[in-house]
Every structure is written in structure tokens, then in C-alpha cells.
């Protein structure tokens, strides 16, 4: 079946550096791949949505200029914290859908990626 | 896409089967209910979605009301690495553009 990776799975970072999270669609070709962020003990919410060859579309809230992503093949899609803080600290997910598969409409998730700014 | 609302929490003896809930009495013809379980510290897992008939696979089955206003999804015989948080989404499924939006979703607590 479809596979997500995600690199890192965790990590630590300074305050004020940048951290690249990586999103790859392992055996399948992506246009278009979704980021979420969850906080402990609450639900994933939704940042933005990664487009192939094309801006991303960001969520009402969601700094664009502080979570910036890219998405410049159909197998890997990126998000940077640029600036991190402590407030980023958090889990992130990203998901993809195979488009060739016959549940066409499902979403495959990556791991995970703890960040954790001290 | 039309909001869920689903149980906080539920506990279910291992071995037996859990009944999890959700109600989307706002959903629209095209929307699809899906379901995703997370386990702790980890992304979430498909399970299993349908769009008015009953659906079975591997996992679990599900049950859709005749008007669509809600659903249940039934883990035949739940084991202990069932306990995970189960959302339940409705989504416009032949648009591959839509977004997935979770709600708050219920945590199973499978004892033994």
C-alpha cells in the first residue's frame, strides 16, 4: 500500500534557528500533500495544503511566512519553522494521497515529526 | 464539510465488540464518512470509509444510517492494541483536492 515517510522523526532546535521537516511519498506520485500540526492531548489541525509546482495554500491562522513549504516534485513536499520558538514545539504530520490506487480518496500520513525549540 | 460530533471516550472489554459513534447530521449527498484511528505519538491509520451503503474490510465494519446522519464503526473483536483515538470525517470524496478536517475524535480505552 501507499507509504509516507517523514525525516526527521524527532527534533531539538535553539531558539531563533530554522528546522526542515520532510514529506515523501514513498512508492507513489503526489500532487498534492497536506501538512497538520498537533499540540499534546488535542486533535491535528490542519496548516496548509502543499501543491505540486505551485504555491501553498495555508489555513485562516497560519503564518505563511513562518511555516513555509514547498512542494517541488510529486514525491516530496517540505514545510520549514523558520524562527522557531518554544510555541512551535509540536507534532508534525503530513499526509498525501495515491491517486492510482483504488481508494483514491484516501489519505495516507506520515509518522510524524516531534519538534521540540528550546 | 459537514462537522461530527463523537463520544469523548469510550472503554471496551477486549474481546468483545466496540461500538463507536458519530453523528454528521449536516451531511451533504456528495460527503463521504471516514474514519482514521491514532495511536499515541504516531500519524493516523485508515480504516475504513463509505458513502451510504454499509462497508467491511479487514479491520472493521461500518454502519451508515438510512438517512446518512450518522454512523457507527464496529471493531468486531477489539484488542488491546485497538486503544487509540478514532476520528470521524465527512468530506466530499471525489474531489482529491478536499482537505481532511479532525474533530476531536474518541479515545477507546480497550481493557483487559
Known amino acids: 500500500g501507499a507509504v509516507v515517510s517523514q525525516h526527521p522523526s524527532w527534533v531539538i532546535c535553539k531558539s531563533g534557528t530554522s528546522v526542515k521537516i520532510e514529506c515523501r511519498s514513498l512508492?507513489?506520485?503526489?500532487?498534492?500533500m497536506f501538512w497538520y500540526r498537533q499540540f499534546p492531548k488535542q486533535s491535528l489541525m490542519l496548516m496548509a495544503t502543499?501543491?505540486?509546482?505551485?504555491?501553498?495554500?495555508?489555513e485562516q491562522g497560519v503564518e505563511k511566512d513562518k511555516f513555509l513549504i514547498n512542494h517541488a516534485s510529486l514525491t516530496l513536499s517540505t514545510l520549514t519553522v523558520t524562527s522557531a520558538h518554544p510555541e512551535d514545539s509540536s507534532f508534525y504530520i503530513c499526509?498525501?494521497?495515491?491517486?492510482?490506487?483504488?481508494?483514491?480518496?484516501?489519505?495516507?500520513f506520515g509518522a510524524g515529526s516531534r519538534l521540540t525549540v528550546l | 464539510d459537514a462537522k461530527t460530533t463523537q463520544p469523548t471516550s469510550m472503554d471496551c472489554a477486549e474481546g468483545r465488540a466496540a461500538n463507536l459513534p458519530c453523528n454528521h447530521s449536516?451531511?451533504?449527498?456528495?460527503?463521504?464518512v471516514y474514519w482514521y484511528r491514532q495511536i499515541h505519538s504516531q500519524g493516523p491509520q485508515y480504516i475504513i470509509h463509505?458513502?451510504?451503503n454499509n462497508e467491511t474490510n479487514e479491520m472493521a465494519s461500518l454502519i451508515i444510517t438510512e438517512d446518512r446522519k450518522s454512523s457507527t464503526l464496529i471493531l468486531p473483536h477489539a484488542t488491546l492494541r485497538d486503544t487509540a483515538v478514532y476520528y470521524c470525517?465527512?468530506?466530499?470524496?471525489?474531489?482529491?483536492?478536499?482537505?481532511?478536517?479532525f474533530g476531536t475524535g474518541t479515545s477507546l480505552t480497550v481493557i483487559p
Open positions: 499526509s498525501a494521497r495515491d491517486l492510482g490506487a483504488s481508494g483514491a480518496n484516501v489519505l495516507t
Open positions: 502543499s501543491n505540486e509546482g505551485s504555491k501553498a495554500t495555508y
Open positions: 449536516t451531511i451533504s449527498g456528495n460527503e463521504y
Open positions: 512508492d507513489f506520485q503526489a500532487t498534492t
Open positions: 463509505g458513502l451510504k
Open positions: 470525517i465527512v468530506r466530499v470524496g471525489q474531489n482529491t483536492g478536499n482537505q481532511f478536517y
